[in-house]
């Protein structure tokens, strides 16, 4: 699966969507950073929707299920309410949210963070994707792929959010449970390294006269990888992308730039990473006699999803005799924005082995099935009234 943020294939996948939707008779709108909408209107228009959904976008060797599952799950749940005849008292809402894997721009959940208005939407335009193009005229061109589907303001009141998605862990799995309750979602920051040092002959060039990028970020990544997850269980660092210039057998490197992924549940701890990562790559340059640039990309903080969506969902399991636990994600999702305007929670189900961002994620049908009937009857109770606080 390689369906990146706003690329033909994403394209394509919206189109479907749209289509689909046309076909039952919803309504259809996107707003002007191409989240796409699809509504089933409800008995009181003066109420503010519920919102359900997740996102189309993969990874470049991505799973089918990640985002894409919670997306097709919620339309499900509009069918479902279309298929018996349903009034509800507030409107539903399907929601698919713009990049939220930040795999081709970065940063990820430009979507959600627009939609609450935390996304700087006018600076991402002349942000280059991976192979170049531009986020701007790739945002033109998805939302006029879709004439149908009008286009309103970035940001509308909702009632709540709730987000079905793969679990990309192993713990439901390994427990036997075939949900899990989000509580909350652990904090983030991505940061882009750049070292810059001279290009010289492999063959000719002696050490003590090598400025050596790739020697410089090899030292620092192994000097963290060794002191950060060892120390903490909850701790997460990952280099996951690094581009070498000039890209020679046999050229000594002028520039190396990498990025760092770090994660935990409590924030302090978050920041103490940060600041040992930023440390260690300026001490590793200085010791290659290198110059060295810091950016960061990404900072979410950790979240605490709504206590009474939590309760929602727990009493939509119990109605419906399905064992449940509650954790925290180690993932972030578009949930976690959202959760700053609005009442919101997740719904996890187990995928095979915990693998996701992979070709062979996998979900069964019978866990797709469970987290579905979960999310229309929590879907229904929100719709219904079910009393949640302010977020």
Known sequence: MNRQALSTEDRAARKRLAELAAGRGFSIHQDAVANLFIRRDGSNPSLPPVLIGSHLDSQPTGGRFDGALGTLSAFEVLEALEDAGVITERAVEVVSWTNEEGSRFSPGCMG?????????????????????????????????????????????????????????????????????????????KWLEITFTGEAAHAGTTPLEFRKDPLAAAITAIARLQQAVMPADPLARLTVGRMTVEPSSVNVIPSKVTFTIDIRHPEEDVLASIEARVIAECRASAEDHALDAHIEKRFDMAPGTFDAAIVDV?????????????????????????????????????????GISHNESEFVSSENIETGAKVLLQTALSLAQGAAVKSA
């Open 112 to 188: 959600s963070m627009a939609f609450v208005d935390v996304g700087d939407i006018a600076g991402w335009q002349d942000i280059r994707g991976v192979e170049g193009a531009r986020f701007g005229d790739e945002l033109a061109a998805t939302l006029n792929a879709l004439p149908e589907a009008r286009v309103q303001p970035i940001g509308h009141s909702i009632s709540a959010f709730v987000e079905v998605h793969i679990e990309q862990g192993p713990v439901l799995e390994r427990a036997g449970v075939p949900i899990g309750i989000v509580t909350g979602v652990q904090g983030t």
């Open 313 to 353: 969902i727990e009493n939509a399991c119990e109605s419906l005799d399905i064992p449940r636990m509650k954790l925290v994600s180690g993932a972030f999702h578009d949930a976690l924005f959202v959760s700053r305007v609005a009442p919101a929670a997740m719904i996890f189900v187990p995928c095979r082995d």
